[in-house]
């Protein structure tokens, strides 16, 4: 197959991509250059926390060879969720629940992993015999630089994936396959002296531009992490309960962010009010977040973020109820109802909870009485 072959299929493909919805194509080389050093060299500076996946996939995200052999080209492609407008006065409403705008409805996984199907299906007609592998943040490969490589974005300062007249309100995907062909115009940097993702940012992540320290990282504390949430960053964390937009909303690239018209992505949660979701029951939980991305954090999860948000709120009708749930089964929730209670009430409050945790035996949950009596008394 000739060049001008090629490119003449490569114009196929994209049409087909934005028939089927993407609203981003390029091409990019498997070679990473120095982009894999630099994740080496951030992974040896522990910055990738407790995701200790990052750093078992480190060689093949390295070298996408090593996750498909012979990998010649790399397909990346970029799909809108930008649903609605969000500005920084969500933090002021204390008693509703934030969650990211990515997460208000379909778990995107569910939306685009059947489109890049029908593409995989398009390559190898194009292409008789063409191994291909898709993804959509699914595998160890960095998808980021290689968006940028095929000219869908540049990498700006928030680590975020940044394009001219459209912002970073979106998912990339990629399809993997052994054909050469013509690779895109890498993109370039347009954050110039511009810092306000780095100012905004509750937790200080950014500890410099371009490098993001995940575990300060709101987003990662709050989805990311399992366990229990350092002090040091809860009162930070505010009305946060899945995830954290902060530096994308005040990005001057995103006021070009057109809305999306794609259903799977308009809002489905109702207002997050944080009494009523500290409440629920795991069978309400499963029922109410049905297909979408906070059922990855498990109600053990989003309860631990309830009960820091609350404790944030300065709202005292949550102490009832928050000490209610002193009863609940799940560790986790115990330990951070605690510290909430902490937040909300005085010195009063600590006979109450040690009634109430009277045959306590988890470890978690004593740390933390400890750290509220300490803090009180």
């Known amino acids: 197959m000739n060049a001008t072959e090629k490119i003449e299929k490569l114009v196929s493909l994209k049409s087909f991509a934005e028939s089927l919805g993407f609203d981003g194509f390029g091409v990019a080389s498997p070679e990473l250059g120095p982009a894999g050093e630099r994740f080496g060299q951030w992974l040896d500076a522990g910055y990738d926390g407790e995701m200790s996946y990052l750093k078992r996939g480190e060689e093949k995200r390295k070298n996408p060879d090593l996750v498909l052999e012979g990998v010649k080209s790399i397909l990346c492609f970029r799909t809108n969720y930008y649903t609605m407008e969000k500005d920084m006065s969500y933090v002021e409403h204390r008693d509703t629940g934030d969650i990211s705008i990515y997460a208000l409805n379909k778990d995107y996984h569910d ?12 390559i190898q007609k194009e292409f008789e015999g063409c191994r291909t592998r898709i993804y959509v943040d699914t595998g160890p490969i960095l998808e980021k630089p290689l968006a940028q490589q095929a000219g869908l974005g540049w990498i700006g300062k928030h680590t975020n994936l940044l394009t001219e007249g459209a912002g970073s ?13 013509p690779s895109s115009q890498p993109a370039d940097d347009h954050c110039g002296t511009c810092r306000s993702c780095i100012d905004i940012c509750p937790t200080d992540a950014i500890i410099a531009p371009y490098v993001l320290d995940s575990k300060r990282c709101i987003s990662y504390l709050t989805i990311e992490l399992k366990g229990v949430i350092p ?7 505010g009305n946060r309960i899945y995830g954290c937009d902060d530096c994308q909303i005040v990005c001057p690239w995103n006021s070009y962010a057109v809305k999306t018209d794609e259903p799977d992505f308009q809002q489905k949660q109702d207002t997050l009010n ?16 049905k297909g979408s991305p906070i059922k990855r954090i498990k109600r ?9 948000a609350l404790g944030n ?51 978690i949950v004593l740390e933390e009485l400890k750290g509220v009596i300490a803090r009180l008394v």
């Open 231 to 237: 002090v040091e960053f809860r009162k930070a964390i």
């Open 300 to 308: 053990r999860g989003l309860l631990r973020n309830v009960a820091v």
């Open 169 to 181: 309100w979106y998912f990339l995907s990629e399809i993997l396959m052994d054909v050469a062909l």
């Open 274 to 289: 944080l009494i009523d979701l500290i409440q629920i029951s795991q069978e309400v939980f499963s029922r109410r977040f």
């Open 111 to 122: 939306t685009i992993t059947p489109r890049l199907r029908q593409m995989e299906e398009k």
């Open 313 to 363: 709120s300065g709202n005292t009708q949550a102490i009832p109820v928050l000490l209610k749930m002193l009863d609940d089964e799940e560790p986790l929730i115990r330990a951070h109802v605690i510290w909430a209670l902490g937040e909300l009430s005085g010195p009063e409050i600590l006979p109450v909870i040690r009634e109430k945790l009277n045959d306590e035996r988890e470890e």
